[in-house]
């Protein structure tokens, strides 16, 4: 099992660029987030879907969107970047039930100028 | 107020040494805790897990739930070098939406 990847590894974006971060898994995990680490301000939750077809937002949604057509696929998209987007984004799956059991992915580093 | 504090250090203790990393809460809803490790540039990886109050022991790690003072805390013992990390909190009341602190770094010296 490849687990939780994500795509890009590192993206430089310019203000009011949009672009999608994918995250893809392969365990059948119907729970799958976003977040974001920011120094200082520790993980964030930006959306998350208990399955396909449903999604809702987190803590900090503003300015994501977020789709799931497939148990295995959660992109999130960013409309207009913005520099105050500029994190580390993480994405993270478990079976709905397990109330915590989290994987993570490796990242994407996104700097917005 | 941020729903979950955590103290981010930085703590730096002598290998062989007992750790003690602490959060506290505000949410008196949050049911699951959790405690993940995060070594630099990598993403969180879970520790331990436990549901309401109490203990649970694994291995090395001890994780402590005190739902009456609303703090929650994670023990390791016998520390070593490969421990150093950042030590993340988390919790949720119901498995829906989750609030992290901010992490505690760690390292071991040997």
């Known amino acids: 099992n490849a687990g939780v990847t994500q795509t890009p590894k590192f993206q430089v974006l310019k203000t009011g660029q949009s672009m999608t971060l994918q995250c893809a898994q392969d365990m059948n995990h119907e729970y799958m987030s976003w977040y974001r680490q920011d120094p200082g301000m520790g993980l964030r939750l930006i959306h998350y879907s208990v399955g396909a077809g449903i999604t809702d937002q987190g803590e900090v949604p503003n300015g994501y969107n977020v789709s799931r057509s497939t148990t295995e696929d959660f992109p999130l998209r960013l409309l207009s970047a913005a520099p105050s987007q500029t994190s580390v984004y993480f994405c993270a799956s478990s079976y709905y039930g397990t109330r915590g059991t989290q994987y993570f992915g490796p990242g994407t580093r996104l700097l917005v100028l | 107020q941020k729903e979950v504090e955590q103290d981010p250090g930085p703590l730096s203790v002598p290998e062989g040494a007992i750790v003690s990393l602490n959060c506290t809460y505000s949410?008196?809803?949050?049911?699951?805790f959790m405690w993940y490790r995060q070594y630099s540039r990598k993403g969180p990886e879970l520790l331990m897990y436990t549901y309401s109050s109490g203990n649970k022991e694994d291995g090395r790690f001890t994780a402590q739930v005190d739902k009456s003072s609303k703090y929650i805390s994670l023990f390791i013992r016998d520390s070593q070098p490969s421990d150093s990390a950042t030590y993340l909190c988390?919790?949720?009341?119901?498995?829906?939406?989750?609030?992290f602190g901010t992490g505690t770094s760690l390292t071991v010296i040997p």
């Open positions: 988390a919790m949720t009341p119901t498995g829906n939406q989750f609030y």
């Open positions: 949410n008196s809803a949050f049911q699951y």
